[in-house]
């Protein structure tokens, strides 16, 4: 089972940036889907953004615009950028490998917006 390790989560007001980074066990490569999850208080873990393939690549609604996922091979590191940061967007945010038919989470990192 791939190990996933986060960072990068933080306290930041409204408006302000954040960058989550992920570093599978295993190479991107031999990942079929790579993604970001946030469970916010009370509420139930909900996809932020994945990347399925090189074309293509999903977002939450509440992410378009404001949140770029992206991968650097040479890092073998997954990056979620998050710009425009609004209290909503307070939670844990976990990162997600899938492969086959198993799917795996980082610990989580806490991400709290807020003024």
Do not use: H
Not at 1 to 29: A, K, N
Not at 56 to 71: E, L
Not at 91 to 108: D, F, H, K, L, N
Request: charge should be positive; proline fraction near 3%; include cysteine.
């Amino acid at each position: 089972q791939v190990q996933l390790v986060e960072s990068g989560g933080g306290s930041v007001q409204p408006g302000g940036s954040l960058r989550l980074s992920c570093t599978p066990s295993r190479s991107i490569s031999s990942i079929n889907i790579m993604g970001w999850d946030r469970q916010a208080p009370g509420k139930r873990r909900e996809l932020v953004a994945e990347i399925v393939s090189e074309s293509r690549i999903n977002y939450a609604d509440s992410a378009k615009g404001r949140f770029t996922i992206s991968t650097d091979n040479a890092k073998n590191t997954v990056f979620l950028q998050m710009n425009n940061l609004k209290p909503e967007d307070t939670g844990v945010y976990y990162c997600r490998a899938i492969e086959a038919s198993r799917t795996t989470w980082g610990q989580g990192t806490q991400v709290s917006v807020s003024s």
